[in-house]
């Protein structure tokens, strides 16, 4: 199966077509069943618009917080929906609560992506309110009963579906490992830029980890002790988790292999060995989907063996005594992708096998591993500083907005002014690239989406073909709007074109040219007005840093406090690990982003990267040794040896160790990695100021190695 069509046929069987179906039947369903009671043209066109507005809304998660969501919305858009048409009579004031309104909806964005849905809701509500003729209580009502019947529809649906959507949040991650590993197989890639292709993993990584807490917030809320359906998916996403992050490899590894391996087989063989496993999970990820019958396997056993034969060749060459590091290193990347293979065979069991799994009490454990996010209102008082960029982007869109009414307003040629202004809405961002990047997708899809929306309006096509092509763009919009946006806003454009003519007739093309001069237009301004108050990325980029290390330094504490001291269980590590590759995925985003912003405000991008693949590789290599001390242990527990983990050093062979580990606890100390000193020949000079790197932890990997490869041959 072809990528490109193996993601056409994966996107029809995932969740986001699912979640585009529903917004379409919960928008035209009501339409038609309303056209057929005769119900007036308007008063059918606002109750459509209130479940429109709130469809903006509806996005994955648990059922008691999507019931909070689309509530809390449903009251808050009919608020606005009323005082929006009550005085839209009044030219100024209408003016003035629509900045207020794009204030208050920006400024909601402070509790993250669900909240900057609700915002926009807003704003939405109030521009399509703008023009509109009937009785400020008639429409308001009709709008209102949209928003709660869209309301009460996706949650029932939601309730009803509630295992299936985990089901597709879960092939989701599987497809996004595959990625992952895509990535991981360029760095095999010998004359391919290693720098680039980093960073390319780095930002799978980070989609990796956001889908990853999706679903755990999804499951881990659920009672699955009983059923077994949530516990196959529990130990599934359990399984990808440990795959990842077995496979999370310093960047200097791949410059090592580059250099003593250039141009060998052992590359290649890793490399195909990361390309099958990719093939693998995707086969997974749609079989769970229900896109194959039959769960196809790629075996791995030729690559296996021919690294163990190159392995076997070195070693006869002398490479384990003249070069132990490099030996290591290769010994090191084989055992992970043996463990992979193992893991992929343990996902295709839970898949194929019906064996009943036993239920632990574990719940407790995994409740730590939801993301909690209340909304509070010093959430918002928070905000109102001059260094927030949430502020700084609520101030510059409000005024964006301000410019854009005095704009319509002036100007006699804009009928349709109002499409000015939702430009604006959906290009403005706290970000400058994101911005960019929308400015581009939008301006392309919405040229395209006028010209065949144009076309169509041009054949004066019947009623009943255009509520169907409607139907269809809006499932494509919809559906679309996670996975391509150019995309989504071709088919956008077409359902808003071919409305906006039904409500406010043009002649031929007029319309579609009319709405490419006011995407033009809004997108003018808000690239201008971005500039207004800017929230560079480098203004995030400190904190960043230091969060980063901070977390390093956290996991340095657990991998000590589990392992050594055992004074808290495996689940404090396992939270610590989480939230260090989240700190350098967010890391990573800061400088992906700042590479598109203006070379004028980007800070010492080759410092930043430098700093990002360090410590990446630095938790790589954490992530090795809790996986070796975790082994260890349990070895040492079947062989009934009693093993002191203390501070006397009473195990002789363990002393270099715990010697080495007190100067890793001395190197992670944040006052000791002073960013002043990063990158600075003073580092070089003093190794107590350089920062920890991930070869000052692989000698302890090495101390373990040998340690379990000795308990394990007595």
């Known amino acids: 199966m072809g990528k490109s069509f193996f993601d056409v ?8 077509f699912m979640v585009g179906v529903r917004t379409g039947v919960g928008i035209f369903a009501p339409l038609i069943i309303l056209l057929l009671y005769k119900v007036e043209y308007n008063n059918v066109l606002a109750f459509c618009f209130g479940a429109l507005i709130i469809s903006t809304t509806d996005k994955i ?72 003729v009937q009785s400020p209580l008639i429409y308001s009502l009709y709008t209102s009963a949209g928003c709660l019947c869209y309301a009460l529809y996706t949650l029932i649906l939601a309730y009803l579906f509630q295992k299936k959507s985990s089901h597709q949040a879960l ?97 290649i063989f890793f490399r195909d060995l990361t390309l099958k496993a990719a093939v693998n999970l ?169 010209i065949i929306g144009g076309v169509m309006i041009n054949f004066h096509l019947s009623i009943h073909v255009m509520i169907a092509i409607l139907f269809v763009c809006i499932v494509l919009s919809n559906g679309l709007g996670a996975v391509r946006l150019d995309l989504s806003i071709i088919f956008s454009t077409i359902y808003v074109l071919v409305l906006s003519n039904y409500q406010y007739p043009a002649s031929d093309f007029f319309l579609a040219l009319e709405r490419i001069l006011d995407t033009l237009i809004g997108a003018s301004i808000a690239i201008v007005f971005s500039f207004l108050l800017p929230s560079w990325e480098r203004f995030e980029l400190e904190s960043l840093k230091m969060s980063a290390k901070q977390e390093i330094r956290n996991l340095v504490a657990s991998i000590e406090s589990v392992w050594v001291k055992k004074e808290i269980d495996m689940v404090e590590y396992r939270l610590n690990r989480r939230a260090t590759l989240l700190a350098i995925a967010a890391v990573t985003n800061c400088f992906n982003k700042m590479q598109r912003e203006p070379k004028a405000q980007q800070a010492n991008l080759e410092e930043l990267s430098y700093f990002i693949s360090r410590n990446q590789s630095v938790a790589s290599e954490l992530i090795q040794l809790a996986y070796l001390l975790d082994q260890y242990q349990k070895l ?13 050093y009473n195990v002789n062979y363990l002393t270099e160790f715990y010697l080495l580990f007190d100067k890793i606890k001395a190197k992670v100390d944040t006052q000791l990695l002073d960013p002043q000193h990063w990158g600075h020949s003073s ?8 920062p920890l790197s991930a070869s000052e932890i692989k000698p302890l990997i090495w101390l373990l190695e040998e340690q379990i490869n000795h308990l394990s041959s007595t």
């Open 9 to 16: 046929y994966r996107f029809f069987l995932g969740y986001n």
């Open 636 to 648: 040492s527990v079947s062989k009934n040896i009693d093993i002191d983990y203390n501070t006397n």
């Open 683 to 690: 580092c070089q000079n003093n190794p107590l100021l350089a």
């Open 171 to 267: 092939a989701d991650a599987y497809f996004l490992l595959g990625r992952y590993l895509r990535a991981l197989s360029f760095c095999y890639r010998q004359y391919n830029t290693l720098d680039e292709s980093y960073q390319s993993l780095m930002a799978a990584q980070a989609d990796l980890l956001e889908s990853q807490q999706i679903i755990r917030d999804l499951i881990y809320r659920q009672n699955f002790k009983e059923d077994q359906d949530y516990l196959r998916m529990t130990q599934q996403l359990l399984v990808l988790i440990d795959i990842q992050e077995k496979l999370v490899t310093p960047f200097q590894d791949f410059r090592t292999f580059r250099k003593h391996f250039a141009n060998s087989d052992i590359q």
């Open 282 to 450: 995707e086969g997974i990820g749609l079989h769970s989907l229900g896109g194959v019958k039959r769960l196809q396997r790629l075996g791995f056993k030729a690559e296996l063996r021919a690294l163990e034969y190159e392995i076997e060749l070195k070693k006869r060459e002398h490479l384990d005594k003249q070069d132990p590091d490099i030996y290591h290193l290769l010994m090191g990347h084989y055992k992970k992708y043996l463990i992979l293979t193992r893991q992929l065979e343990n996902l295709r069991e839970l898949h194929l096998d019906d064996n009943i799994i036993k239920a632990e009490d574990i719940q407790g454990q995994f409740y730590k591993f939801i993301k909690h996010q209340p909304w509070t209102l010093t959430q918002l008082k928070n905000q109102f500083n001059k260094h927030s960029s949430i502020m700084r982007h609520s101030i510059r869109t409000s005024l964006a907005m301000a410019f854009c009414l005095l704009i319509v307003a002036y100007t006699s040629f804009l009928n349709h002014g109002f499409w000015i202004a939702f430009t604006i809405v959906t290009l403005m961002n706290p970000g400058f690239s994101v911005m960019r990047q929308k400015t581009r997708e939008r301006i392309i899809g919405t040229i395209i989406g006028c």
């Open 61 to 132: 998660g648990p059922i008691k917080h999507k019931i909070n969501e689309m509530f809390s919305a449903w009251i808050l858009i009919s608020l606005t929906v009323f005082i929006a048409a009550s005085i839209n009579q009044y030219p100024i004031l209408i003016g003035l609560f629509i900045i207020l309104i794009t204030f208050i909806g920006s400024l909601i964005g402070t509790f993250g992506i669900k909240g900057t849905a609700i915002g926009f809701s807003l704003i939405f509500a109030t521009i399509i309110s703008i023009k509109q």
